[in-house]
């Protein structure tokens, strides 16, 4: 395993080989790619109205068997260049998401 895949895996907490990162990686870009169709990038919010195309896409992405995990890991890799209030933005549309972690 690479040294990228295998900070990747630390840094998440998973067990996986280097074919499993590269298809993690894939779906988280499928995800964002999806978003950003949604809502292009831009120094905004995302608008609420688009909230569930969000979610939606995640859940038809999500990297993880896990839906709390992936969600916590879509969080935590998103794309570096989108500027504060479209992470912070999707960051929001997600949480409702981990509903079921915090209330468990």
Same mark, same amino acid.
């Given at each position: /395993? *690479?040294? &990228?895949? !295998?900070?990747? &895996? *630390?840094?998440?907490?998973?067990?996986? *080989?280097?074919?499993?990162?590269?298809?993690?990686?894939?779906?988280?870009?499928?995800?964002? $790619?999806?978003? !950003? $169709?949604?809502? #292009?990038?831009?120094?905004?919010?995302?608008? @609420?109205?688009?909230?569930?195309?969000?979610?939606?896409?995640?859940?038809?992405?999500?990297?993880?068997?896990?839906?709390?995990?992936? $969600?916590? /890991? *879509?969080? &935590?890799? /998103? #794309? !570096?260049?989108?500027? #504060?209030?479209?992470?912070?933005?999707?960051?929001?549309?997600?949480?409702? @998401? @981990?509903?079921?972690?915090?209330?468990?």
């Amino acid at each position: /395993m *690479t040294k &990228a895949s !295998e900070a990747f &895996a *630390t840094k998440h907490d998973i067990a996986a *080989t280097a074919e499993d990162v590269a298809r993690i990686r894939r779906a988280l870009d499928r995800f964002y $790619t999806a978003v !950003e $169709t949604a809502e #292009p990038v831009a120094d905004t919010y995302i608008q @609420l109205h688009v909230g569930e195309v969000v979610r939606a896409a995640f859940i038809k992405h999500n990297p993880l068997s896990g839906q709390a995990h992936g $969600t916590a /890991m *879509t969080m &935590a890799e /998103m #794309p !570096e260049a989108w500027p #504060p209030k479209y992470r912070a933005s999707v960051a929001y549309h997600l949480a409702p @998401l @981990l509903d079921d972690v915090v209330n468990s």
